[in-house]
Structure formats: C-alpha cells, structure tokens
C-alpha cells in the first residue's frame, strides 16, 4: 500500500466535480447467472481498433467475476433511469429481479430502456490501483437519441445543452436581458400571441378560456382559486361565472366567494382542441430542448410561482 499525501475522502470530492454519464455493465458468471453494476467510470479509449473502458473497484463482489469475463455490455443509462442506477449500484442484491432484459449469444443480459449499448469483448484488463480498469472492444452498437443521465457532485442530473446565440435573433444584450421579468414576459407574449388567435377564433375570450382550462378535467375550483389562476378580478369574475352558466359551460355551488364552480361537458368541449393545440405550439416553442427542456422549465417556474404567490 502506497503512501500518499491525498486524503481519500477529499480525493472522491474532488473527481465528483467531474460530470460523467451513468452506466450499466452487465456479463454472465461461469454458472450463468446474470452479473451487473452501475459504473460511471465508462470512458472511450480508441477508435481503431474501437475500445471503451471503465473501471471496477477490487472490493465489488462481481469484480472477479468481471476480471475473467469475455464479454460484457455497458448500458448508457437514460435521464428516466436513475431508479435502475440505484438498483445495480447495490452490491450483492438481486439485481436483475423484475428487470426487462434478453440474453444475448453470449448469455450476457442486455437491459431494455438504456440511451446506447456497447456490446464488447474483453481486450485487456489492468491493476490500477484498487480497480481493475477494464478495456473492452466494440463488438457491437445499438444507439438510441434522447437525454442521458448524469452524475455531478454526488447527485444525479440531467444535462442542459447551453443553446449557441441564434444569429437571426437581434439581441443587443444590455442589462434587461439578464433580468427574469424582462425573460418571462418576452417569452410569454411570443407564446401566447398564436394561441389566444386561435382560442378567439374559437369563440372564446382569453379569460373564458382560462377559466375553462383551470376547471378542464372535472376539477372543482372555488371562486379565490379561480381568480388567482385566471388573472380576472372578482368583479369581473362574477359577471363571466353567470354568463358562462347561462351558456352551460359552467355550474356554481354556494355564493360568492364561498362559491365551487365546476365545469360541465359542455364547457370541457369548448377547449378539448386548445389543449391540443397548445402542446403542438409547445413543441415549437421549445425546440431542442423537448420535453425534458420543457419539464426542467416548468418545475422552475411553479418554484418562482410558489415563491411570490401572496
Ligand atoms: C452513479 C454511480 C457510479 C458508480 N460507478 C462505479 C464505478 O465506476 N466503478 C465501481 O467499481 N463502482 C461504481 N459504483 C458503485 C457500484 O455500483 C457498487 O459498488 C455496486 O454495488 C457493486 O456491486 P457488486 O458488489 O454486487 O458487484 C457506482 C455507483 C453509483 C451510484
């Protein structure tokens, strides 16, 4: 054992600064039993001859096993995966139980679900250390598109691609553009303009839709819920509740602001196509960022919805 100045624990902090994506290698034991772990030490090494590499700690129990394997897959695990990362990254539990997985011609488990595989023979195995540094060859590839997981700083992430300034957008950056407000309210008149066309095309006011898709689903609403999401005040609110009752779109229960009001079938048809609607322009406005941009964008503006509400 070496002596070194490097205090372990620190040592482990320090390389955590590292993002990497999270992996699963998979090979079969000699009595056939499946054998996997989460390792995030995957790495690629050459591209001719094609060879990748990770590393196994000494300690882990399917270490031996790894060291003599012939074949093993790593599996590049997918944003949606960090519960299938937890499970292999437990030592000695049955990993595989309730998992999807096919065995390949080797016998070696390929998991279902993952980003990208490599299916590889064994090139070479080094000491380094208090790990076996595994070198595989690339037998074989399956490669899907869609966000990857990731580790950085102990925890699991997903990566956010930073989007290069778009050279048809005039942006004379000044102060303003670093402000939310001046982001938020940019954002939302360019998004909306579309939809509130196609929603008054429909027959609709902006404020009938809102009450309508606040109360889409069945949802009951009392009257203070419902001005807070609709942006309408209580004196007009109660001018657009009778006058969309008269209409059937809409019943109310109780008086004033003690009032329930629920949607009818009727008036969950009249924005049954603006949903739909919506999410189409959605898909527009967000771009390369998808759905994962756009679950990451929603989850921080209901924190910045729930950090002012008064
Ligand atoms: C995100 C993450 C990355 C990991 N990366 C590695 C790695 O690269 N090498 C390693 O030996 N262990 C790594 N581990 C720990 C192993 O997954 C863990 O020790 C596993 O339980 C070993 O299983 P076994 O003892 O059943 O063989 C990682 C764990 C996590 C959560």
Request: aromatic residues 8%.
């Amino acid at each position: 054992m070496g002596q070194t100045a490097i205090d372990s624990r620190i040592l482990r902090d320090a390389l955590s600064s590292f993002a990497t994506g999270v992996t699963i290698v998979t090979t079969v034991d000699q009595a056939g039993e499946p054998v996997g772990m989460t390792a995030s030490s995957f790495n690629s090494v050459s591209m001719d001859p094609p060879l990748i590499l990770w590393s196994v700690t000494k300690t882990a129990l399917s270490a031996p096993i790894f060291q003599q394997a012939k074949h093993f897959s790593v599996h590049v695990l997918a944003a949606d995966q960090m519960t299938l990362s937890n499970r292999f990254a437990r030592s000695g539990a049955d990993k595989f139980e309730g998992v999807d997985y096919q065995l390949d011609d080797q016998g070696v488990p390929l998991l279902s679900g993952a980003l990208t595989r490599f299916d590889c023979r064994t090139w070479s195995v080094y000491e380094g250390g208090d790990h076996w540094i595994i070198v595989g060859e690339v037998t074989n590839m399956e490669a899907n598109k869609g966000e990857g997981l990731v580790f950085s700083g102990g925890s699991y992430a997903t990566a956010t691609t930073i989007q290069p300034p778009n050279p048809d957008v005039q942006n004379d950056d000044g102060p303003i553009e670093d402000l939310l407000i001046y982001n938020l309210a940019r954002a939302y008149v360019q998004v909306s303009s579309k939809f509130h066309n196609a929603v008054e095309e429909s027959g609709l006011s902006i404020p009938q839709w809102r009450i309508l898709a606040s109360l889409h689903g069945g949802k009951a609403r009392n009257f203070a819920d419902l001005v807070a999401r609709t942006f309408v005040s209580p004196k007009k609110m109660h001018h657009l509740l009778a006058q969309m009752q008269k209409a059937g779109w809409l019943t109310v229960e109780g008086e004033n602001s003690a009032a329930m009001i629920t949607s009818t079938a009727q008036g969950q048809a009249q924005v049954e196509h603006l949903f739909e609607l919506g999410a189409e322009q959605e898909v527009v406005a967000l771009g390369e960022a998808g759905k994962p941009g756009q679950e990451r964008l929603i989850s921080l503006l209901r924190a910045v919805i729930a950090n002012t509400n008064e």
